[in-house]
């Protein structure tokens, strides 16, 4: 099973990343991707910022080529399904993070997302998820800034085209 975050006591910064997303500078979200976002309050709202012209993975020094973002969202509420961190997919990943103060925990949080993916979205037994994400899993570092690291998992979408 996920990783369960500490329950929510008051209200949340949307500076630090976190399991409701918060500022996660991941740059594999390019056009075209989806976004799924977990709900744990009631009337939660959205917000999107911090656009970058580039950056590299793990925006290391608190800032990347900072630029206007300009999109077209498309928000859906998809009942039923419970989310406990945030999810990704790109036009060729399938991606899963972890954020957390200390950079071991967040990778073992993205690991466990990804392994959680494949039980419920692709049908695999908990250990051949474990076997695959082993040996198709990439691992990279999403940021070291804004007060907690993130690691993202990529699984490419190609594995599974028969």
Not at 105 to 111: E, F, G, H, N
Request: negative net charge; charged residues 25%; hydrophobic residues 40%.
């Amino acid at each position: 099973m996920g990783v369960a975050p500490p329950p929510f006591s008051g209200r949340i910064s949307s500076g630090p990343p976190w399991i409701h997303i918060g500022n996660m500078d991941n740059k594999e979200l390019v056009a075209g991707s989806t976004v799924y976002l977990p709900v744990h309050v009631k009337g939660a709202l959205f917000c999107a910022g911090d656009g970058h012209a580039t950056q590299g993975d793990g925006e290391v020094c608190a800032t990347a080529l900072e630029t206007s973002l300009r999109g077209t969202f498309q928000l859906s509420v998809r009942k039923g399904r419970r989310l406990l961190w945030p999810r990704d997919e790109t036009p060729s990943h399938f991606v899963t993070m972890g954020f957390d103060e200390h950079l071991e925990a967040a990778d073992r949080i993205a690991v466990n997302e990804m392994m959680d993916f494949l039980v419920k979205e692709k049908g695999l037994s908990r250990e051949e998820a474990y076997i695959l994400a082993s040996d198709a899993v990439d691992l990279r570092i999403t940021q070291l800034v804004d007060g907690k690291k993130g690691v993202h998992a990529l699984l490419p979408k190609g594995i599974f085209l028969r």
